[in-house]
């Protein structure tokens, strides 16, 4: 372990004010639009004819291929079609590609004879975003939701019959449009469509922005500016005048919304060569959301959440728990400071859902930067562990849980009793388990290695008292003679 520490900015002003700026940023971004839209729509001259056939043509074929190509990124980028969430979101994205497809085909002068304005072109805009939010929203509903276990069962079935549709839809408006003619065409009917759309949006967006809070990834990010760029759009689509600049608006805002998601997620595929966290962080809130309490089995489902990335550390934070306990009743602490302790040594990983795969997982030693991005998983699950108001109270005890006794640890280079005593009991549990357990990067090693190595390092890297309390529990349960003759 390296001894330089890491640049973790601690909860204070000066993150503070980076938040309220990065807020400040983000809303007048958001706002611009509408601002825009009612400029156009109230100042006389403002919102001036641009009738361009050809123009638009090619907005619309551009919004579709980015559409379709984000779509197929999330696509690929799950192992399974049993990846529900993930399933949602790019059959959104896909239906929006495909029913938007129609609405560009339809534009006077090209398939359609100039001056004509077949259904397709009325009705598949809007509808395009309806059913692509409908499926957005699915992605992020909540766990508890009754449908996600017949969804999980039945995840190929559905992901056919949604992509049969929307290929019938494409081409019955390409070949039959007349069809559709039973749908409604009214002011009234535009404003429910707008005002559905719009909620189903900006409830997805509510769902990104939870996650993000915990985690802070830029492809969350990205995607509530998408979202918010979407819900812009319904208005100027729906209440803009046809080919002027307060209809333009609203193509604009969706190339600018497909245009933020890749962008991000671009940096996001960079930085962690994968697009499956935004799921988890999505399950990670959910799991934090349904504690109530500290109990074990209230903490199972937010375990899973964290070790379902890395197969290596399957229960690893179970058995860390399990050591914390036993140590902590050895050390005769308080009821109070052992629940603190087992808790803390449950979630004390949780901050590594924001690490990269390609971190976690790498079979070979670790570089410095590496190194570097794994040591910020302490500080994040701190902030994951503050954001729960269950769990706020061992917060201070998982961002110190890699301290080191003689100091030299991270991320703030605590020493001795500096380090809050739960941590330096999860440290002695957590060092042990990492020991006994296989690992990506090498095998596992024997109960007597790992207890020669926990007495090489009491007193530099972990504190003596606590190696010594485990070292007693093991001896009275009989867990180390009976690993003994197991070996």
Request: proline letters at 5%; hydrophobic letters at 50%.
């Amino acid at each position: 372990m390296c001894d330089g520490m890491p640049n973790i900015p601690k909860s204070g002003s000066g993150a503070g004010m980076r938040s309220r700026a990065l807020y400040w940023l983000f809303g007048i971004v958001a706002v611009s639009p509408l601002v825009a839209f009612v400029l156009m729509t109230r100042v006389p001259g403002w919102d001036s004819l641009a009738m361009h056939p050809t123009g638009h043509f090619w907005i619309v074929s551009a919004a579709t291929l980015l559409s379709g190509a984000i779509g197929t990124a999330l696509a690929l980028s799950v192992s399974s079609v049993r990846s529900t969430r993930t399933v949602y979101l790019a059959l959104g994205f896909i239906a929006i590609a495909l029913i938007f497809a129609t609405h560009g085909l339809g534009t006077p002068g090209f398939l359609v004879p100039a001056g004509q304005y077949p259904y397709a072109v009325v009705i598949s805009a809007g509808l395009s975003q309806t059913v692509g939010a409908i499926f957005i929203a699915l992605s992020v509903l909540p766990t508890s939701w009754p449908g996600s276990k017949f969804v999980q069962r039945n995840a190929t079935p559905i992901l056919g019959v949604a992509l049969v549709l929307l290929f019938g839809y494409l081409f019955s408006m390409v070949f039959k449009p007349d069809f559709w003619e039973f749908l409604p065409r009214s002011r009234p009917w535009d404003t429910i469509l707008a005002l559905s759309t719009i909620a189903l949006l900006a409830f997805a967006g509510w769902r990104y922005y939870r996650s993000w809070k915990l985690t802070q990834l830029p492809g969350q990010l990205a995607m509530l500016g998408a979202l918010a760029f979407l819900c812009e759009a319904q208005i100027s689509m729906y209440y803009g005048q046809l080919w002027h600049l307060s209809w333009w608006l609203y193509h604009g805002l969706l190339l600018a919304a497909f245009c933020t998601l890749i962008a991000g997620w671009a940096i996001e595929a960079v930085r962690a060569k994968s697009l499956i966290v935004f799921s988890r962080a999505i399950e990670l809130r959910d799991s934090l959301d349904a504690l109530h309490s500290s109990d074990e089995a209230a903490l199972e489902a937010l375990e899973a959440a964290v070790e379902a990335k890395d197969s290596y550390t399957r229960n690893h934070m179970g058995r860390v728990a399990e050591y914390t306990e036993a140590i902590a009743r050895e050390m005769n602490l308080t009821p109070e400071q052992i629940e603190v302790a087992v808790t803390a040594g449950r979630i004390h990983d949780v901050g590594k859902i924001t690490v990269p795969d390609a971190v976690l997982m790498k079979p070979g030693r670790l570089t410095e930067k590496e190194f570097e991005t794994m040591k910020h998983h302490a500080a994040r699950g701190e902030h994951i562990a503050n954001s729960s108001r269950v769990l706020r109270h061992v917060s201070k005890v998982v961002r110190a849980h890699h301290e080191r006794y003689a100091g030299n640890g991270y991320p703030d280079g605590l020493r001795g009793e500096q380090i809050p005593l739960e941590a330096r009991i999860v440290a002695v549990a957590d060092t042990f388990d990492a020991l006994t357990s296989s690992r990506v990067y090498r095998p596992l090693r024997p109960w007597s290695e790992a207890v020669t190595e926990l007495e090489r390092v009491a007193g530099t890297q972990l504190d003596p008292d606590c190696v010594a309390a485990f070292l007693r529990w093991m001896v009275k349960s009989g867990e180390l003679d009976a690993q003994r003759e197991a070996a």
